[in-house]
């Protein structure tokens, strides 16, 4: 069973970036579809982007342009760069990664984005 943990976390002000990690601790880690959900207060999980094991990209309207889901095989990690961050990103953003019919969810990272 593979194991997540996100980190890259935090507070920042309206405009500026973060990047959030998630490291997979698995060896096959390039077969899997990898994304990012977030669940804000109050609100249903949300997906985010999704990187698959060929390198496709998708992404939730509301964050096209201004963030990038990228996943390094060697390091078994994948990343989300988000940019230009509004105070509607804050929430707990939660890797999640799919083999088959297998999904895996890690403890999330919180992102707050406030003045």
């Known amino acids: 069973q593979v194991q997540l943990v996100e980190s890259g976390g935090g507070l920042v002000q309206p405009g500026g970036s973060l990047r959030l990690s998630c490291v997979a601790s698995?060896?096959?880690?390039?077969?899997?579809?990898m994304r990012w959900y977030r669940q804000a207060p109050g609100k249903e999980r949300e997906l985010v982007a999704t990187?698959?094991?060929?390198?496709?990209?998708d992404y939730k309207d509301s964050v096209k342009g201004r963030f990038t889901i990228s996943r390094d095989n060697a390091k078994n990690t994948v990343f989300l760069q988000m940019n230009s961050l509004k105070p509607e990103d804050t929430a707990v953003y939660y890797c999640?990664?799919?083999?088959?019919?297998?999904?895996?969810w890690g403890q999330g990272t919180q992102v707050t984005v406030s003045s």
């Open positions: 999640n990664a799919q083999r088959g019919v297998y999904l895996t």
């Open positions: 698995t060896t096959v880690f390039s077969i899997y579809a």
């Open positions: 990187i698959t094991s060929g390198y496709s990209t």
